[in-house]
């Protein structure tokens, strides 16, 4: 024993490395269809909306000045970020157990007895209590908060993901807002000037006082109207505050008409297996399935002894200058097992939870595709729908147009009551505010399929 050494010790620690005790991991069959449906164009395998910047997919210049600020100030981005590089200390904490703690020391010890002044000089290197792990429970523990970490970091590309989807929903919302008021502003003077109109007729005995009252309450159902498109606009900007993390941004280029907006709304969506590896979410669910499956290992390993070590190898000598002569080696050499024997059930407890865990884990795994595949398949519903639902939609409000100038000439000559006047200008105000809604709504199921396909982390 008096020629061990500490690079021996080591080899011995390396070569009794990790009888694992882990499971196979045997990942579930994804849920998934072959294809999307009728909604979805032909797939082709390399046709993905993911593979779109989110600079491509929008191409309103205010629009990337907002998600740009938003990627560098939003508080929930920073929060996944840091995160991350919590959960990665984490991990470098428990797989820094599955090595040694190499450590050097040196003393002096001096005590006097009998009138005589005594002096202990020593130096050396020693290794800590280190456990062997020769049933695989440091490497299980070291596993899961591998898979954990990069759990972390899919969750951090979903935030991103969704924070892009989150500010260009915002700024459609504000869009809308702001064109429905300015809709809004236009009818409320038109009506305005009926209502001055009708005042006048009435002054003049042409027209009854029932005209009065109804172009009174269309005005004022206006008036009303406005205030909550006020609301509208301010709440939208209040939303890309807080989204951007900067309060009212200045410089910003001048934002585009929503019918003149440059999203892509007919975006590629590939196959349905594609999601298993572009969606962040379901890599995230996949990697806290492996981890759970480690777990297992770890819990299973505690049923077995634990062999933990500790040595040193050093001089001692009460002089210096003769203190690394071969007399005055000292070593040490304490091993150590641990059997558990009785805790009440507690590891059994342990490794039944860790199974639960697993199998909960698979779930979520499973309800993660199974949404991912709802989300995609619900936007290419919209897709196939929402263009000729807005075609349809210009139609009405052409009609609604045509008829109110007509009505307004039988109107003029006395050939219709103001009751039919009424009614053809309230409908081509809710056609026009209908046609906005619309297309604000395509823009948002576009966003939320490109969301849904795995888009929104290139910038490219």
């Known amino acids: 024993m008096s020629n061990i050494r500490i690079p021996a010790v080591l080899a011995v620690v390396l070569l009794l490395d990790a009888c694992s005790l882990t499971p196979v991991l045997e990942k579930p069959l994804a849920p998934l269809p072959a294809s999307y449906g009728e909604a979805a164009a032909p797939a082709s395998p390399a046709a993905n909306a993911a593979d779109l910047g989110w600079q491509a997919m929008f191409g309103d210049p205010r629009l990337r000045a907002l998600i740009d600020l938003a990627l560098k100030n939003n508080r929930d981005l920073r929060l996944a970020l840091l995160n991350v590089q919590s959960v990665r200390a984490q991990f470098d904490i428990q797989d820094s157990n599955r090595l040694p703690t190499l ?48 759990a972390s970091d899919e969750n951090r590309r979903a935030v991103q993901i969704s924070l892009v989807g989150a500010v260009a929903d915002a700024y459609f919302a504000q869009r809308l807002a702001e064109e429905q008021l300015q809709l809004t502003d236009r009818t409320l003077a038109d009506w305005q000037r009926s209502l001055e109109l009708a005042r006048q007729l009435k002054s003049a005995r042409q027209r009854s006082g029932l005209d009065v009252a109804e172009a009174e309450g269309q005005v004022a159902t206006a008036q009303a109207d406005r205030e909550a498109r006020l609301r509208a606009v301010a709440l939208a900007g209040n939303a890309l505050d807080l989204l951007t993390g900067v309060h009212g941004p200045d410089g910003l280029p001048p934002g585009m008409a929503l019918d003149q907006q440059p999203v892509l709304v007919q975006l590629p969506a590939g196959l349905p297996s594609d999601l298993l590896t572009r969606r962040p979410d379901i890599r995230q669910a996949e990697q806290a399935l492996v981890a759970a499956n480690a777990d297992i290992g770890a819990a299973r390993a505690a049923f077995f002894p634990q062999i933990s070590l500790t040595a040193s190898l050093g001089y001692a000598s009460p002089s210096l200058s003769g203190m690394f002569d071969s007399g005055n080696r000292v070593w040490s050499f304490a091993p150590q097992i641990t059997q558990p024997l009785f805790n009440h059930g507690r590891l059994r407890a342990e490794l039944r939870l860790a199974e639960v865990r697993t199998s909960a884990a698979v779930v979520e795994y499973e309800k993660a595709v199974q949404t991912a595949f709802r989300e995609v398949a619900d936007g290419l519903a919209g897709r196939a729908t929402y263009g000729r639902q807005l075609e349809a939609q210009s139609r009405v409000v052409s009609s609604a147009a045509r008829r109110l100038e007509l009505s307004r000439l039988r109107y003029d000559a006395g050939q219709d009551s103001r009751l039919e006047l009424l009614d053809a200008q309230r409908l081509l105000y809710a056609a026009q505010q209908t046609q906005l809604e619309l297309r604000r709504n395509e823009f948002g199921n576009a966003v939320a399929l490109y969301k849904a396909l795995g888009g929104g982390l290139r910038t490219e």
Do not use: H, M, P
């Not at 005589?116 to 299980?140: N, P, Y």
């Open 103 to 150: 450590t050097a020391n040196a003393g002096l010890v001096k005590q006097r007895a009998a009138g005589v002044v005594d002096s202990q000089k020593s130096a050396g290197l020693g290794i800590s209590a280190f456990e062997l792990d020769v049933f695989g429970r440091v490497a299980a523990l070291s596993e899961s908060a591998f898979a954990r970490y990069l």
